[in-house]
């Protein structure tokens, strides 16, 4: 599995961007796909998932009501909407895919992008 993710760059606070991820490869709609990131300094985290059956997200609580993720089954594409960004949310986000059911620890992602730099700043 290829995982592809672009769309980062540089926003003032309060301001938005759209993250994608295209899979190729041995990629099956039943994978789970999702995204990390990882701040200068600290320990990658999970930031939002959608899962192998169609609908169920699941987000880490700093970004509920700011960040979206959608996926799009017909072409392997991942995509998370970021708006009213922080300066907290500055960091490099990775796509990931697993081909665990549902959202696994981190360990269990077997399948990562390259990262895209988002930094928010005035």
């Known amino acids: 599995v290829q995982l592809q993710a672009s769309g980062g760059g540089l926003v003032q606070p309060g301001g938005s961007l759209r993250l994608s991820c295209a899979a190729s490869g041995r990629f099956l709609s039943s994978y789970s796909m999702g995204w990390f990131r990882q701040a200068p300094g600290k320990e990658r985290e999970f930031v939002a998932a959608v899962c192998c059956d169609g609908g169920s997200t699941k987000y880490i609580e700093s970004v509920l009501g700011r960040f979206t993720i959608t996926r799009v089954y017909a072409n392997n594409t991942m995509f998370l909407q970021m708006t009213t960004l922080k300066p907290e949310d500055t960091a490099v986000y990775y796509c990931?895919?697993?081909?665990?059911?549902?959202?696994?620890?981190?360990?269990?992602?077997?399948?990562w992008g390259q990262g895209t730099q988002v930094t928010v700043s005035s």
């Open positions: 990931a895919a697993t081909n665990r059911w549902g959202f696994p620890t981190m360990n269990l992602w077997n399948s």
